[in-house]
């Protein structure tokens, strides 16, 4: 979407190269880590609703499981520090990823606790909160176990009632077994580096809030479209100071906002790699440029090298 509003799509390849199925505005690809924007926004309206405070410890929140320190101990790690990954959790050696279709379920409390090779390390914060930024996946699975507590009901469900019902989507959610047998059809199958089909076509991913989300790129376009209304103070659903919360830099690590990073000036971006496919967006908060770039292979490389980073640049197009 450009300065002046106007909207466009373009989209090539396929869907389902082994069907011969094109992508098209009714493909839904993997989001990725562009999960986390959308975790920060629900949990930033959670607090709207002065059912948490992002200053209080998650702890304060938890209660069938809790965040400990490395000696065992209650952390005092706040809401906000694990939504800006400064929180000192860390993930396993190569976790949050391999799983497949017809595995074995894995519960959040199997992530949490490290049992299984998804994550085989227990979610602990590991240094003092603030002292330093790690990128965390598992960080995110703890937001996921608190949201469930504080809504008492499924992650995907508390989302959906708080933020894609209300802005009309019909493409977008989380993919429970449950949302991904009814959007089945539409899910874009996923190749990995080598462009071979994943087997299953996509990933079962337990970890919703840090990289479970599936939309098209019209819909996260709403999202994005939406989150800069509230920057401005022109949005219904999300409160003017919770968009600037997420979107402000934090003291001493000034790339990272809540859930979201900071590309240059006046600028946010989210990131979503996965298995299955690569993704970004970037919004510019002043002019309201908003670029989304959705795919469903992962290409071994990063936005920059793929050439993802460059397209919404270059374009600030749909594609």
């Known amino acids: ?34 999960s986390k924007f959308t975790t920060a926004i629900c949990i930033l309206k959670l607090q709207e609703q002065k059912l948490l405070d992002i200053d209080m410890p998650a702890n304060q929140y938890l209660r069938k499981w809790k965040l400990l320190a490395v000696d065992g101990t209650e952390s005092d790690a706040s809401v906000r520090s694990i939504l800006c990954h400064t929180a000192g959790i860390m993930d ?35 240094k003092p909160q603030g ?16 949201v469930q507590e504080i809504g008492h009901k499924a992650f995907e469900d508390i989302v959906r009632e708080r933020l894609f019902d209300p802005l009309g989507l019909k493409s977008t959610f989380f993919a429970s077994s449950e949302n991904t047998a009814h959007f089945e059809s539409r899910m874009a199958a996923g190749y990995d580096d080598n462009g071979l089909l994943i087997p299953g076509r996509f990933p079962p991913v337990p970890d919703l809030a840090a990289s479970g989300l ?9 999202i994005a479209k939406e989150f800069l209304a509230a920057l401005h103070g022109e949005s219904p659903l999300l409160q003017a100071e919770s968009a600037r919360e997420i979107a402000r830099p ?24 996965g298995e299955n496919g690569q993704c970004l967006m970037k919004m510019n908060c002043r002019s309201k440029e908003i670029s989304v770039v959705m795919t469903n292979r992962n290409p071994g490389v990063d936005q ?15 594609q």
């Not at 599936?214 to 709403?222: D, G, N, R």
């Not at 920059?304 to 749909?318: H, K």
Request: some cysteine; aromatic content about 12%.
């Open 1 to 34: 979407m450009d300065a002046g509003g106007k909207e466009s799509a373009e989209y090539y390849g396929f869907a389902d190269q082994e069907n011969h199925v094109p992508t098209d505005g009714n493909t839904i690809f993997p989001a990725c880590s562009i």
């Open 92 to 126: 396993g050696e190569e976790a949050f990823c391999g799983l497949r279709r017809g595995d074995p379920e894995i519960r959040l409390t199997d992530i949490l606790e490290g049992r299984t090779s998804y994550n085989n390390r227990p979610v602990r914060a590991e």
């Open 131 to 146: 002292t330093v930024f790690e990128y965390s996946d598992a960080g995110y699975c703890v937001l996921q176990q608190l």
């Open 214 to 222: 599936w939309s098209t790129p019209e819909e996260l376009l709403v």
């Open 250 to 273: 934090v003291k001493d690590f000034p790339w990272t906002g809540l859930g979201i990073f900071t590309g240059g000036e006046d600028t946010l971006v989210s990131r979503g790699w």
């Open 304 to 318: 920059a090298e793929s050439g993802i980073e460059w397209l919404a640049d270059t374009r600030f197009t749909i």
